[in-house]
Structures are given as C-alpha cells and as structure tokens.
C-alpha cells in the first residue's frame, strides 16, 4: 500500500537559521510528488511537483529535492511567515488519489 | 494560482439535517476531487470526477454523495449529518493532461462542517 512519512511532526526554528523536512514514501510507480504548504484553517497552497530522482525545483527560500525513496524541502534563511504546516503527497500511475503524509509543522522565531 | 470557491467556509448545523458543500472552479478543470481532513490528520480522498456525469468513490469510505452537471461545479451533500461528519472538507481540482497523469491538484479553501 502507498505510504508516506514525514519527519519531524514538528520543527521550531530561529530566524535565519536553515534546515531541512523529510518525506519518505513507497509507493509503486511514482507519478508526481507534491508538497504543499497549509496554514491554520485553510486549504494546501500548492509549491512544487517532482516527478523524477535527481529533479529539484526552487521558489523563493525553499528548494525540493526527490530520490527514489525520499523527497526534501530545504529552507533557507527561513522568515516567520514561512511559518506553516508544509505537507508532501504522492500519487502512483492510473490512479487520481493523492496520497497524503501527516505533515511538519513549522514555526520560525523572529 | 487556483480558483477554486467553497461555501460556506464554516457551518454549525443540528445532527439529522441536510447540508451541501458548495465548490465552483473557473479554471475550466475537468477533474475534481473532495477530499476529507481531521484535525492534524492527512487528507483522505471521499469523490472525484473525471468530468461531467462523472462521479467515483474515494477510498475513505464517506455517507456524502457529490453531482457533476456542470464541468465548473462539483457540491457534496449529506442527506442526515452525524457528530461523526464533523470535519474539515476541501474540494480541488486539476487539468487533465493527455500522457501525464502527475499534473498538479489545486485546493480550494476548505469547508468547516461541525454537527451538533
């Protein structure tokens, strides 16, 4: 069965201070993993699609990356309105079902 | 940036009612999904659709049923609602790319439903 596991549940950062969120998956036939970023009561804001190992993709301070069995979101220099659940998902060939991890909540300490 | 539309953002109703979940998109998508979240808890897929009369089950088992008339509109209604249907509900909805079944999901705000 299609899995994933994010680390850590939640991650508290001063800052300025870099750092990394994990997301480990199975799934058979990878087609797409997703990360998105939740903020408190509202729906995932979509950030980046991988869809190979080696791919990476940037936007602003986070970076994405993917290899065949785990997926990082760096974040550089965070700001306190980076502040926010970020949430990884995976979907396999043939199927519509996004496959959805717990989360990591992060807070960034001004 | 999606545009997707849900109403009402948040509902208190009486346990027995009949409630439904509004979600409009204008991006002209023909795929869209309802998607069900606990609190701190993943999102589970409830229903998609491939496009218009088309409707599929999820695999969270789910008493809400959805429609799809219009290619831009896709409501989920549940005809008695239980204590047990308090949740948040987000609707989403994506492209389809002909070859590429990865293309992205795009969310609407969600919907707070608690029955009382």
């Known amino acids: 069965e299609d899995q994933v596991t994010q680390s850590p549940e939640a991650l508290r950062l001063q800052e300025g201070e870099s750092s990394s969120l994990n997301c480990s998956y199975t799934v058979s036939g990878l087609r797409g993993l997703f990360w998105y970023r939740q903020d408190p009561g509202k729906g995932p804001e979509f950030l980046f699609t991988?869809?190979?190992a080696g791919e990476e993709k940037e936007k602003e301070r986070l970076k994405a990356t993917l290899t065949k069995k785990e997926s990082f979101l760096h974040i550089t220099a965070p700001k306190p309105e980076d502040s926010a659940t970020y949430l990884c998902a995976v979907r396999r060939g043939g199927s519509e079902k996004l496959v959805f991890g717990k989360g990591t909540k992060l807070t960034v300490n001004p | 940036e999606a545009d997707i539309y849900q109403t009402p953002r948040y509902l208190v109703i009486g346990t027995g009612k009949k409630i439904t979940l509004e979600c409009s998109q204008t991006m002209g998508h023909d795929k869209m999904y309802w998607y069900q979240q606990d609190p701190g808890m993943e999102l589970h897929l409830i229903h998609y659709s491939y496009g218009v009369n088309s409707t599929e089950k999820g695999d969270l088992s789910s008493e809400s049923t959805v429609s799809r008339i219009r290619t831009e509109h896709f409501p989920l209604t549940l005809e008695s609602a239980r204590p047990s249907h308090t949740s948040q509900y987000l609707c989403?909805?994506?492209?389809?790319?002909?070859?590429?079944?990865?293309?992205?999901?795009?969310f609407g705000e969600g919907s707070w439903l608690t029955v009382v």
């Open positions: 989403a909805s994506s492209a389809h790319i002909w070859g590429i079944s990865g293309n992205t999901i795009y």
């Open positions: 991988l869809y190979s």
